[in-house]
């Protein structure tokens, strides 16, 4: 996560453990063989809130 950050690629103000537990939630909430849609457009909403957006 340092490295995107640093790299402009994700948000700074993330905390690992925020995603960490983002992942156990997908996991949780869709982790059997007949949700892995559902998993990944959970997926893809996180990955959405981690990426980098210029302000204004």
């Not at 690992?16 to 893809?44: C, F, I, K, N, T």
């Amino acid at each position: 996560m340092a490295a995107g950050a640093a790299a402009g690629t994700i948000r700074s103000d993330v905390e690992p453990g925020d995603v960490l537990a983002g992942l156990s939630g997908v996991s949780l909430a869709a982790g059997g063989r007949e949700q892995r849609d559902q998993a990944r457009r959970l997926l893809d909403l996180l990955m959405d809130g981690l990426r980098y957006r210029r302000p204004g």
